[in-house]
């Protein structure tokens, strides 16, 4: 076989096949016909994106990177990003396939590496996606045959080679603030309506506690269970085909307009701008 660094192209037409691998649970092909950008998306762990089709361009209030084919696009920490995707003009598509670094793909980094702790990086990184092509096709590979275990252990190799280049945030899991946990809680079951007495029953604290605790991190309950719901919408939006109102539905809205109108104000686009729909 020849050098993965030599045949780029072919790595990505590999890669591009994930969007018809059904036993690809982990990651999500993000699609576009037209140029669209959200605005302070929240990224709530470590993940990285393939650039397959089209450029990707992103922003912190820190760093502006871009991305195009043959990019690693790599996210080591819980994070917000403006960002806007753009179709390939040829094609007419922008795709991308993203990969959350899971908690038994980072609990086996810790455990595998064996060094002092690297400096944490920038939360954001562009790699060159053949240097970790051999990982990258195993992974493939083992996502075609349903071996989830070889997935994790690929991108478990993976994220030591991220680590070893200066990211060694990936190796220190963060103590999560009161406002991520809630988030957590909402985006796991986003339909539900939510009252301070659950998350004081989940997090095991009192109302006023709970009350405290937020006003000392400037949050306010109302918005943290708002931001998490509209923040799975977004996840639907991009990894399935539900109409939006099913989508409005499943994050716990009756109107689609009321939907709508909050995604808008949230993201800075309509939620029908994005192309799987």
Same mark, same amino acid.
């Given at each position: 076989? &020849? ?6 192209? &072919?790595?990505?037409? /590999? ?10 649970? *982990?990651?999500?092909?993000?699609? +576009? ?13 470590? #993940? ?10 992103? @922003?912190?209030? #820190? ?18 990003? *403006?960002?806007?995707?753009?179709? *390939?003009? %040829?094609?007419?598509?922008?795709? !991308? ?10 609990? &086996?980094? @810790? ?30 590979? +083992?996502?075609?045959?349903? %071996? ?7 991108? +478990? ?11 060694? =945030? ?10 991520? /946990? ?10 539900? =309506?939510?009252? !301070? ?14 009350? @405290?605790?937020?006003? =000392? ?23 399935? @085909? ?6 409005? +539905?499943?994050?716990?809205?009756? !109107?689609?307009?009321?939907? !709508?109108?909050?995604?808008?104000? /949230? ?5 029908? &701008?994005?192309?799987?729909?």
């Amino acid at each position: 076989m &020849a050098p993965l660094a030599a045949a780029p192209h &072919a790595l990505l037409e /590999r890669l591009a096949t994930l969007a018809d691998c059904q036993n690809a649970g *982990d990651y999500a092909c993000i699609t +576009a016909r037209r140029e669209h950008g959200a605005s302070s998306v929240e990224i709530p762990r470590p #993940q990285f994106a393939i650039l397959l089709q089209g450029r990707k361009h992103v @922003r912190t209030a #820190q760093q502006v990177l871009e991305f195009g084919p043959g990019d690693l696009f790599l996210i080591t920490r819980r994070c917000r990003i *403006d960002v806007v995707n753009v179709p *390939d003009p %040829d094609s007419g598509l922008y795709l !991308s396939a993203i990969v959350p670094l899971c908690d038994e793909v980072l609990s &086996a980094t @810790r455990s595998l590496w064996s060094g002092p702790l690297p400096d944490a990086g920038d939360p954001l990184a562009r790699l060159s996606l053949a240097a970790h092509g051999t990982e990258l096709l195993q992974w493939r590979q +083992a996502l075609e045959h349903g %071996d989830y275990t070889s997935a994790r252990l690929a991108l +478990a190799t993976m994220t030591v080679a991220f680590c070893a280049s200066g990211h060694g =945030s990936l190796l220190v899991a963060p103590e999560p603030g009161l406002g991520e /946990r809630i988030r957590d809680l909402v985006a796991a079951q986003p339909g539900r =309506s939510w009252q !301070s007495r659950d998350f004081e029953q989940h997090l095991g604290i009192s109302g006023a506690t709970l009350r @405290r605790r937020l006003a =000392s991190e400037r949050l306010g309950l109302r918005e943290l269970i708002g931001d998490a719901r509209l923040a799975q919408a977004m996840q639907l939006l991009y990894t399935t @085909r539900l109409p939006l109102k099913t989508v409005a +539905a499943r994050v716990g809205y009756r !109107s689609l307009s009321s939907f !709508s109108r909050r995604f808008c104000e /949230r993201y800075g686009m309509d939620p029908s &701008a994005i192309g799987n729909h």
